[in-house]
């Protein structure tokens, strides 16, 4: 006769003819907002969800992430308390050029699966931003492209020669390589320029139209 319990009850009975029972104290609680922070590739990721109301006894709630659209995936429980809970999608999720879809759940306080095999038939209430899930891309990490200069040589009245080594192109297309010079430090490629065909590997370039005892 103790009206402080309620129970919910879900019926699985297409496939394995299941009963699942929740005892919890007080009303199921809902999650009425969920964070979309996203992330860089190799980093941690931190969801925010917020509550209707502080957690009864007998209720968790849950976050259920993924990088390959659900073919598999992970579920952590989340930690906080009062109305703010939050958890980690991990650095190993957040892969360069990834899209990681996710949603935060109600569940009781045990056997939800790690790997969100039975989240489904485990949930009171869900929060999955209107069935769409909640989702980020991850850019695709940029790498500099690595290279060395050699030594200037072939130095005339006008002229000099210099050149240098790709060792790497940073997993993208190499569209330009050369030599810019000027007559004040660090020059950019809107000083003055030359350039030689190819990509990766060794290359020199023919620097004209120096002035004779100045330096560059």
């Given at each position: 006769?103790?009206?402080?319990?309620r129970?919910?009850?879900?019926?699985?009975?297409?496939?394995?003819?299941?009963?699942?029972?929740?005892?919890?104290?007080?009303?199921?609680?809902?999650?009425?907002a969920?964070?979309?922070?996203?992330?860089?590739?190799?980093?941690?990721?931190?969801?925010?969800?917020?509550?209707?109301?502080?957690?009864?006894?007998?209720q968790?709630?849950?976050?259920?992430?993924?990088?390959?659209?659900?073919?598999?995936?992970a579920?952590?429980?989340?930690?906080?308390?009062?109305?703010?809970?939050?958890?980690?999608?991990?650095?190993?999720?957040?892969?360069?050029?990834?899209?990681?879809?996710?949603?935060?759940?109600?569940?009781?306080?045990?056997?939800?699966?790690?790997?969100?095999?039975?989240?489904d038939?485990?949930?009171?209430?869900?929060?999955?931003?209107?069935?769409?899930?909640?989702?980020?891309?991850?850019?695709?990490?940029?790498?500099?492209?690595?290279?060395?200069?050699?030594?200037?040589?072939?130095?005339?009245?006008?002229?000099?020669?210099?050149?240098?080594?790709?060792?790497?192109?940073?997993?993208?297309?190499?569209?330009?390589?050369?030599?810019?010079?000027?007559?004040?430090?660090?020059?950019?490629?809107?000083?003055?320029?030359?350039?030689?065909?190819?990509?990766?590997?060794?290359y020199?370039?023919?620097?004209?139209?120096?002035?004779?005892?100045?330096?560059?």
């Open positions: 006769n103790n009206t402080a319990y129970y919910v009850f879900f019926f699985f009975l297409a496939t394995s003819k299941q009963i699942l029972v929740f005892e919890i104290q007080g009303t199921p609680i809902t999650v009425t969920v964070s979309n922070p996203g992330a860089t590739a190799g980093t941690n990721s931190t969801i925010t969800a917020t509550l209707s109301a502080s957690l009864p006894v007998g968790d709630v849950y976050l259920r992430y993924t990088n390959d659209n659900f073919t598999t995936s579920v952590v429980k989340l930690a906080g308390a009062g109305t703010s809970y939050s958890g980690t999608i991990p650095n190993t999720i957040n892969t360069s050029g990834a899209t990681v879809k996710y949603y935060v759940f109600t569940s009781g306080t045990a056997n939800v699966a790690a790997d969100g095999s039975n989240a038939f485990y949930t009171i209430n869900i929060n999955n931003n209107s069935g769409s899930n909640y989702s980020y891309f991850v850019p695709v990490a940029i790498i500099a492209p690595t290279l060395a200069t050699t030594a200037v040589d072939l130095i005339g009245a006008s002229v000099a020669r210099s050149g240098g080594n790709v060792t790497s192109d940073g997993g993208s297309a190499i569209t330009e390589r050369g030599v810019v010079y000027s007559t004040v430090p660090n020059p950019t490629i809107l000083d003055s320029k030359v350039t030689t065909a190819g990509t990766t590997g060794t020199t370039t023919n620097m004209s139209g120096l002035t004779p005892g100045t330096l560059y």
